[in-house]
């Protein structure tokens, strides 16, 4: 049964579809009641109390309400009707997310898909959901296809994200899933070249770092990345806008970067960068890193022979490797470059 196999690949909650239409039953609802203990999310059109009660009866432990489809009239209706079911208000522009806001609703999805055309607008949902109230569950529904994916929703300020067809088409379900939620992220930093840039993707790297400010691997400009990876622009100093989809940002000290850095979406500090000092060691690095709270991407003389040990002890959210995945400065070595991902997964 799915709906297990999902618990045990770490899902938090699973999405029933109900809808006829689309493929789905009420029975399938049932059945994945009676195999997982995860909330359970009841997917339809729905619209009046029996459909509300029905979903209850079936073993939902919330409903889906479409603000797309229904007056805020009747959502309030809905929303008091069966008190012990919960509602995910799904919206998809930004009227759609003050109605929700308004409205009260406690989960809110923003979904990147467009129900009259299907197209999907992930940059537009990104937008809202950083646009969103931070005091609300906010999920990121639609067009999730890898780990890229979910960690920019995440940065933007989603705490959870909805995946469908990515898992469903998936030769295994469970295991895409499982791989979805993998951390940590590994960044492959100093590229240069785009045929490097590619070998990152291959190997499974998710952040294509391009250092932007003087340095034997400075990049002219940042580079095409894959829709399976991140951009970031590694600046020392100041910060440009570029059209990386983050910054990595460090004081400059000295005439060096100093050591440790920010790691910037929209000029938003979304996690810390611990690093070792300028060309030195520190025998208390990982212990340091550690005991930072939030995100921490961990840098610092990484590669394929320490990075595990490394990642055991501070459980970071990202790791950067460049020196370790080079043939020389600027230049990448392919094999250095796998041994390093694999190592860090």
């Known amino acids: ?80 009707s069966v008190p012990d079911l919960d509602f995910f208000v799904e919206a998809h522009d930004a009227d759609e997310l003050r109605r929700a806001e308004a409205l009260g609703a406690e989960v809110i999805g923003l979904n990147a898909r467009d129900l009259a055309t299907f197209e999907i607008d992930r940059r537009a949902q990104l937008d809202l959901v950083a646009r969103a109230p931070r005091d609300r569950v906010i999920v990121a529904e639609s067009g999730v296809q890898n780990r890229a994916h979910a960690a920019a929703a995440e940065l933007a300020g989603a705490d959870a994200v909805l995946v469908g067809s990515a898992l469903m088409r998936a030769p295994d379900p469970a295991a895409k899933l499982a791989d979805l939620l993998r951390r940590p992220l590994v960044k492959i930093c100093g590229l240069t070249r785009q045929e490097d840039v590619a070998a990152a993707a291959e190997a499974g790297a998710d952040l294509a770092g391009f250092v932007l400010a003087e340095s034997p691997r400075r990049a002219a400009e940042p580079l095409p990345v894959p829709d399976s990876m991140l951009s970031v622009g590694v600046f020392v100093g100041e910060a440009e806008d570029l059209g990386t989809d983050l910054i990595q940002l460090y004081a400059e000290e000295n005439g060096h970067r100093a050591r440790d850095g920010v790691l910037l979406r929209k000029s938003e500090a979304v996690a810390t960068v611990l690093d070792l000092p300028w060309l030195e060691e520190d025998e208390n690095h990982l212990q340091r890193a550690a005991d930072v709270e ?29 020196r370790s995945t080079e043939a020389e400065p600027g230049i990448k070595d392919h094999d250095k470059v796998r041994a390093f991902v694999e190592a860090a997964r």
């Open 1 to 80: 049964m799915l709906a297990r196999s999902f618990e045990e690949a770490g899902a938090a909650a699973v999405s029933i579809l109900v809808d006829e239409r689309f493929g789905g039953t009420w029975d399938d609802l049932r059945a994945a009641h009676a195999a997982t203990r995860l909330p359970l999310l009841a997917k339809g059109f729905f619209s009046t109390r029996e459909h509300l009660d029905e979903a209850r009866a079936a073993g939902a432990d919330a409903a889906l309400l479409l603000l797309r489809d229904l007056e805020d009239a009747t959502v309030l209706d809905l929303m008091s």
């Open 294 to 322: 939030g995100r921490v991407l961990l840098a610092g003389r990484l590669g394929p022979e320490n990075v595990r040990a490394a990642i055991d002890s501070v459980h970071p959210w990202a790791v950067d490797a460049s």
